[in-house]
């Protein structure tokens, strides 16, 4: 397979021998904690340290015995698809007392564990960091009392503490995403969309409770994917009189023939002043002013249930790995740190500053300062409450602006979950912009035959939660039909184009610049947005619908897998799509817990195919019952999914049976992911905002003439920011016989899913072991980071 670049830094330098390791998760549970659980006891047994697990959060620390185990590898198997956390939580009032912290030091003493790794909230970090500056004053006391020798002090005389934040309120400054918050969103889209089924069969108004505590980040996204009518949140309580203007919107909607109305509410939502406003009080509210058919639902605890989704499982992963090295790295002067996500990228934080931060947004609401609130929680949700204030109140008409451009949005390419959100946000934008704004049908095919026509703010009322292509897409490229399209263009008199779509949308950008020098009806402002299930588009690390895919992927691979629940040992065979790019069945099988993924861009032979199924059926020989091998659908020419298949039936013959199963296109349906809702809508959004500024900057002599580089781009997610990049610069980065990007991210993934597989392998860690300031670890444009 595909050689290690010998000019990087791998951990292979950084040994955890004679280093013990203990993780433990606290407070509140959440979906992925067990995901983070699985990747620090693997990893820690990888580079050779012992690893134990903490039952029962700090209070099994203090009661000691039973509760502290070694873990195993085995002991792990099994549990990255279960939700909550196996090892127990609990909420500890012996900790928080100087004795309960003397008992839990004499019992990680007396194993020699000096290693903590935390999963949990600000108040568990809190008290691991206290935890840790007491710990030579806790040993001295032991000492005093008997109960250990005096060398352990020098032995065991700095206490290590890394934390990663698990909570589904993901109300913790410093990481754009916490552990279990995407799969809480799942839980509450999957009850949103259920509910606005049979609230439109009666024309009924819904109020819906969610969780956060005092956060409102669960409201905000779940308002933003769902298209509701209203949302209510801590950090921003509406102005006075807001009862009224409230009851004017839903009025208008329903005059504006939509049979239903959502209004969404977090559990600590207050006004200006304070007081609480519940659920009841917006449903009388409702009822006595609009005399509306007005329920009340309070998802309550089924937000923390259920399996983790894709996103949660790869975050943990990638969390519990870095934990590893951050405790392998740190000395006895390194500050407590939480591993964190900025953008798409893994950073370490410390501990404290993300805890004063996080505090200092509660002392702002208290004192009703709630602009600085919105600032503090990070500009993640400041943009995102910013964007749902522009898609959801529509401003009258004498007071947008006057721009006189038309702007037109099509989709091409196949169709990607999330589409119809860009589309909608694109809409919206356009028009509080002052733009008059046209949908083509069917791609550029339907361009040049004239499917073109004007689309209004209410046309896309309820898009967003539909999966596939509502304007309908399709494949054809422009460069056979530009003389009808500029004909087209010239009758509609089209001044921007927002192109959303895949590989193709960048071949079609690509053939419209060229065109640029023979009809000047090219001469205007483009962006394109990345949409596909493959996310094998240059210049992006993400694409829309890509998170919807592999959620598939993942819930029919656990299904799969528990089909042989109880049966004798069995490893399934499993293709994806993505044509040549290998992104699916990796961060699929990264996600699934696969113990192999077969991709075109790490070239196999057979004697790699050999190694893997001596590996498995070591493995299903002394542990495992289940194994999980993944294949690229166009991964080789000649290792075709049913040659790897009988190759693994025959070799596996005495010790495990085989199955197959192709995904196919189940992969590009269904509703789209609260991410991809989320991530389609922002950047289109964005994608509108930068294409205002194009046409005032292009606008001359009364027309819009635009024919640089930089007028035609593709926006996408680079690292921790959303960058736009000409298209005409993508080229030299594209590999257009395979359609995929020369370098891609998520490569650096495949060794990660290889050392939890129990493979010896080399991991990159060039990008670890920075630790940055809470204040300055996000630059200017990660507000539209990929963190939701």
Known sequence: MAQPDSKKIFFENLSGAGKAIAVLTSGGDAQGMNAAVRAVVRMGLYVGAKVYFIHEGYQGMVDGGENIREATWESVSSMLQVGGTVIGSARCKDFRSHEGRLKAAHNLVKRGITNLCVIGGDGSLTGANLFREEWSGLLSELVQQGLIEADAVQKYSALHIVGMVGSIDNDFCGTDMTIGTDSALHRIIEVVDAIMTTAQSHQRTFVLEVMGRHCGYLALVSALA?????????????????????????????????????????????????????????????????????????????QRGGTPSAFDRILASRMGVEAVLALLETTANTPACVVSLCGNQSVRVPLMECVQTTQEVQKAMDQKRFEEAVKLRGRSFENNLRTYKLLAHRKPESELPVSNFNVAVLNVGAPAAGMNAAVRSAVRVGISEGHKMFA????????????????????????????????????????????????????????????????????????????????????????????????????????????????????????????????????????????????????????????????????????????NVEHLTEKMKTSIQRGLVLRNENSNVNYTTDFIYQLYTEEGRGVFDCRKNVLGHMQQGGAPSPFDRNFGTKISAKAMQWLSQKLVESYRKGRVFANTEDTCCLLGMHARALVFQPVVELKDHTDFVHRIPKEQWWLKLRPLMKILAKYKTSYDVSDSGQVEHVIHSRPKDSDASVAM
């Open 440 to 611: 083509v049908s069917d791609g550029f095919e339907g361009f040049y035959k004239g499917q073109i026509k004007e689309i209004k703010w209410g046309d896309v009322g309820g898009w967003t939660g539909q999966g596939g292509s509502l304007l309908g897409t399709k494949r054809t490229l422009p460069a056979k039909h530009v003389d009808k399209i500029a004909e087209q263009m010239r009758k509609y008199n089209i001044n921007a184009l927002l192109v959303i779509g895949g590989f193709e949308a960048l071949e079609c950008l690509l053939q419209l610049c060229d065109a640029r020098s023979t009809f000047e009806e090219f001469c205007i402002p483009m962006c394109m947005l990345p949409a596909t299930i493959s996310n094998n588009v240059p210049g992006t690390e993400l694409s829309i619908g890509a998170d919807t895919a592999l959620n598939a992927i993942v819930e029919t691979c656990d299904r799969i897998k528990q089909s042989a629940s109880g049966t004798k040992r069995r490893v399934f065979i499993i293709e994806t799509m993505g044509g040549y790019c290998g992104y699916l069945a990796t961060v699929g099988g990264l996600a699934a817990g696969a113990d192999a993924a077969y991709i075109y861009e790490e070239p196999f032979d057979i004697r790699d195919l050999q190694a």
């Open 226 to 302: 769902c298209g509701a009518d209203w949302v209510l949140i801590p950090e921003m309580p509406p102005e006075d009189g807001w009862e009224e203007k409230m009851c004017q919107k839903l009025s208008a909607n329903r005059a504006g023939m939509k049979r239903l109305n959502i209004i969404i509410v977090a559990e600590g939502a207050i006004d200006r002043n304070n007081k609480p406003i519940t659920t009841d009080y917006i449903k009388n509210l409702v009822v006595k002013n609009l005399g509306f058919d007005t329920r009340v639902t309070i998802l309550g605890h089924v």
